[in-house]
């Protein structure tokens, strides 16, 4: 039947969101809106999974909120009209809510499936109501370690519903980590359609990479070429509408006014921005990415800012990054630097506190703070002279709870952390060679390297004393692994290439040439035990990738910019490295990298520590640094040795005045989380080996078959695969696991959990059809003459999709079993050697089919009335858990609102409507048939009439 505006379709995929409608059809997509669910989704003419609602003389629809039974039906014009006594009505004025299963229908024409296919759709939706509880619904499949501060930033933007934060963690705590996995779970509970990613042109692959390999999450990357190709098929559409995930470089926008406008107007739920402290603002002058990231964060909802800058560095750039996120709390400058200074003050009184060591002055303070408290503060500060711990533990956190900008923002330290590796630096200088020209060389290396030199000289190592050095290094390790990091492809194949002439030892390479799968086959290759002991990577191999199986780094080149320089660390240097981490650097002497190699170790110590102020450094340093490397190395060593002496100076200054300007009540309030349940459930579906079994066993009724391989991987084969969609197994056969730790290690394994696109996909084919919901099995155990009918329903709550109803009442399958009299027969278990013996049989129905349809309706019936019975109690303990859990966070809030000014009034009422909203939406949940499975003694099927 051809689309038309006005239709009503389902979703087969998504039978939950209620009857769509039909609004437009342009071009090769359809969009339908589903207004039970508040949601509009965009498909595909060719692959839609729409199902056309078209009912027929007979059945029960539902109208107004009553049902009524519809007489005859007709077509006119692509809609269909109803008549039900004397009214006729359209299609378009049916609820959104219908019955859409016909499994009853199957079974009375006797079109029935095998039992094995009923109990594994059974299963399935099983599986899927225990994932969609979930709290960690949207990462359950993420490649992420249990980290406990970056889960718990992750649990603090889901209590914000659009969450607004600065995360603000020092280097190697994994901000984008964090990031994406808020962005994951907006995206999975239905809060965020429509999500945008900015950063700068250097991080956009490494983003991509992490989005796509740890949260299956595919981002489509914008540039010009791709715009001008879209608009070259729509010339006057806006590009970014085309893609919901959208991936972009700040750098690209700025330099196109006509593209920024169509970012602002494309629409958006959710913003992240990397690198914020790019972004320049003050009083008199607004860069074009800060003037871009404001117009959209005045118009997007959910906004993330990451920086890993700390704040005493530049607070105005600090107050420019807190503007974007709450103008209306951020206004002035000057109030927000006394703020500041005000919460200093308060952070070194909670650090006195802390150390019991309160003075009077501090008890002066703190009576101004709890002014309406001071009973309460009398007694909590005579616990602590009588040296109670939890009291001090107490008044702590009671001042957190007052901290403003712990609203907004979010800061963990190192130190504070802890996990980390100790780093061991080996720093060499080398002799240079008889080669007249060697210093020459490196000096055009490093030109290119920093901008100078536009096109990339050619490399040849075979002469180069780094080359003997990297040699005796690698064999002075054994049998140890060595990640070998440099600039770029170019240099991969050139050491590679010195390498396999002296060197006999197997080698992997990694660089952006290579396409994610060849990247990933060589990953693995140095993951292998009985792999490549060193794998070469160029820049890209310091982004995004995980290599903490290994303990060795060797620096082949040095990045200019220090950040750069811990990034490429940070492949190792992480929480849950197992042992210490070795950094292995050398520069030839006299070279222009020498100078480079002592400034970051002689003036930053940067190989044995994070250096937090290395940006601030270069900015100072950078063009003394560039110009002494450049120079002749004859007589540039006394200039040298006073960079690195004032650089040492400036750096311990720096370090001091963070120290001193450390907000440790945000610290405190990064580092607190209420009870760590996301952490918690998570590690527990790790261990859930039903759940696994589950979803290897939904691969399988579809072809997917899977061969354990040992050690927690098995092989995936879809040579038998039945349908098309699967993704991920188009190349055919793949690895895979369900082991947090070897998919952490192995990029190339699938990660299979329950929200990973080909369990999802599964499901969705497996739900979506009428496979399994229709079926007949012989219990041999039953009595003669005895039949019972047992129905599932799925208990689903049709509302909008951002209150993300789920967390409290996902789909949930009921199950009602009755017999011929119509009695409840809930305690009814069918006998397992008759299940076992039921896949192999096959049955003819039809002549029993005026039985079944005398039989069937109103054994159906007698179930309905059971599911509808068992909905209410499911239907009542979800709304006491909305109550408990939305009543305490109200409630929280509320009294935070009374003494943090960052929590306004209008924070208070949306979730106040939030849970007015959920309370009111659970009531209105529905079960609706899904399948149904007649269960008879053998003498059954002799039955005619």
């Not at 009214?87 to 006797?110: C, H, N, T, W, Y």
């Not at 779970?185 to 965020?192: D, E, P």
């Not at 030199?453 to 990297?470: G, I, M, N």
Request: glycine content about 6%.
């Amino acid at each position: 039947m051809a689309l038309v505006p006005g239709q009503r379709w389902f979703s087969s995929a998504e039978p939950e969101l209620g009857l769509g409608t039909v609004l437009r059809i342009a071009g090769r997509s359809v969009q339908l809106v589903f207004t039970a669910s508040g949601t509009v989704r965009q498909y595909s003419l060719e692959a839609a999974p729409l199902v056309r609602a078209v009912f027929r003389a007979g059945d029960r629809v539902r109208m107004d909120g009553k049902e009524i039974a519809i007489e005859s039906v007709e077509e006119r014009a692509g809609l269909v009209w109803y008549r039900a006594g004397n009214d006729e009505f359209m299609e378009g004025a049916l609820d959104a809510e219908q019955p859409v299963s016909k499994a009853d229908q199957r079974l009375i024409s006797g079109r029935i499936d095998r039992n094995d296919q009923f109990e594994r759709r059974v299963r399935t939706l099983d599986l899927r109501a225990r994932a969609r509880r979930h709290p960690g619904w949207g990462v359950l499949g993420a490649r992420v370690d249990l980290i406990p501060h970056q889960l718990r930033v992750v649990e603090t933007a889901a209590a914000r519903r659009t969450p607004r934060l600065l995360l603000a963690d020092e280097v190697g705590l994994g901000k984008t980590i964090e990031a994406c996995a808020i962005a994951a779970q907006q995206i999975a509970s239905g809060r965020a359609k429509r999500v945008l990613v900015l950063t700068p042109e250097s991080l956009v692959n490494q983003w991509f990479v992490e989005l796509l390999r740890r949260f299956n999450l595919p981002f489509a990357i914008y540039d010009e070429e791709r715009c001008e190709a879209l608009e070259m098929n729509e010339p006057s559409s806006n590009p970014f509408e085309d893609e919901q995930f959208v991936l972009a470089s700040v750098d690209w926008l700025t330099e196109h006014d006509k593209r920024m406008k169509q970012l602002v107007q494309a629409g958006w739920d959710l913003l992240l921005v990397d690198e914020a402290h790019h972004l320049i603002w003050t009083p008199e002058f607004e860069s074009p990415g800060y003037t871009l990231v404001a117009a959209l964060a005045k118009r997007v909802p959910g906004l993330l800012l990451l920086t890993a800058t700390p704040e005493q560095l530049g607070r105005g750039g600090h107050f420019a990054r807190l503007r974007l996120l709450d103008p209306a709390r951020y206004t002035d400058l000057k109030s927000f630097l006394a703020e500041s200074d005000r919460f200093v003050a308060l952070s070194q009184l909670a650090e006195r506190i802390e150390a019991g060591d309160v003075t009077r002055a501090d008890g002066e303070a703190l009576n101004d703070l709890f002014a309406n408290d001071r009973e309460w503060l009398d007694a909590t500060l005579a616990a602590i002279e009588t040296g109670d711990l939890a009291a001090r533990e107490v008044l702590i956190d009671a001042l957190v709870d007052r901290h403003g900008t712990g609203r907004v923002m979010v800061r963990n330290r190192r130190a504070a952390v802890g996990g980390f590796p100790k780093r061991i630096a080996h720093v060499d200088l080398l002799p240079a060679t008889d080669d007249s020209e060697l210093l020459g060389r490196l000096r055009a290396e490093f030109a290119f390297e920093v901008g100078d030199l536009d096109e990339e000289p050619v490399h040849d190592y075979a002469k180069d004393p780094r080359l003997d050095w990297l040699l005796e290094t690698l064999n002075a390790l054994g049998g140890e692994k060595a990640l070998v990091l440099c600039r770029s492809r170019a240099k991969v194949q050139a050491i590679e290439e010195a390498l396999r002439l002296r060197w006999g030892q197997p080698v992997a390479r990694f660089h952006e040439d290579m396409n994610l799968l060849q990247r990933d086959r060589n990953a693995a290759f140095f993951a292998d035990p009985d792999g490549a002991r060193v794998l070469i990577a160029s820049e890209v191999g310091a982004e995004g990738r995980n290599f903490q199986f290994a303990q060795h780094l060797v620096l082949w080149d040095l990045p200019l910019h220090p950040d750069m320089l811990e990034q490429r660390i940070g492949r190792l240097d992480r929480i849950g490295q197992p042992g210490d981490v070795h950094i292995h650097a050398a520069a030839v002497t006299g070279s222009a990298q020498e100078v480079l190699l002592r400034w970051y170790h002689e003036g930053l110590d940067a190989f044995r520590g994070v250096v937090p102020d290395g940006r601030e450094l270069l900015r100072r340093s950078v063009d003394e640094l560039v110009a002494l490397a450049e120079a002749d190395p004859i007589g540039r060593e006394p200039a040298l040795e006073q960079l690195i002496a004032d650089t040492r100076g400036a750096h311990a200054e720096l370090v001091e005045q963070i120290a001193r300007g450390r907000d440790r009540l945000l610290e405190r309030a990064s580092q607190r989380a209420e009870a760590d349940e996301l952490r918690a459930a998570l590690a527990e579906d790790d261990a859930d080996l039903v759940s696994q079994e589950a979803m290897l066993e939904l691969l399988e009724a579809f072809g997917v078959e899977n061969e354990p391989l040992g050690e927690g991987r098995f092989l995936l084969d879809p040579e038998y695969l039945t349908v098309d969609g699967f993704d991920a197994l188009k190349g055919g056969a793949r690895e895979a696991t369900c082991d947090r730790r070897l998919a952490l290690s192995r990029d190339d394994l699938l990660y299979l959990r329950a929200d990973h696109p080909l369990i999802l996909g599964a499901q969705d084919l497996m739900l979506s059809s009428e496979l399994g919901n229709a079926c007949l099995l012989i219990d041999e155990t039953l009595p003669p003459r005895t039949a019972l009918l047992e129905a599932i329903y799925v208990l689903e709550c049709i509302t909008d999709a951002k209150l993300n109803i789920a967390r409290f009442l996902p789909p949930t399958p009921l199950r009602a079993i009755v017999d011929t009299r119509l009695q409840r027969r809930d305690d009814f278990a069918p006998d397992p050697d008759s299940v076992a013996k039921a896949s192999d049989r096959q049955f003819d129905l039809s002549p029993m089919r005026k039985v079944m349809n005398s039989l069937v309706p109103p054994m159906l019936g007698a179930c309905e009335t059971s599911a509808r019975r068992d909905a209410a109690t499911v239907i009542a303990e979800a709304a006491e858990l909305a109550e408990t859990r939305l009543g305490g966070e109200l409630a929280r809030l509320e009294s935070l609102a009374r003494v943090n000014p960052a929590v306004s009034e209008s924070d208070v009422q949306a979730l106040r409507d939030e849970r007015e909203a959920v309370l009111a939406a659970l009531p209105g949940a529905r079960p609706r048939l899904d399948s149904v499975r007649l269960i008879t003694s053998p003498d059954f099927l002799l039955l005619r009439r």
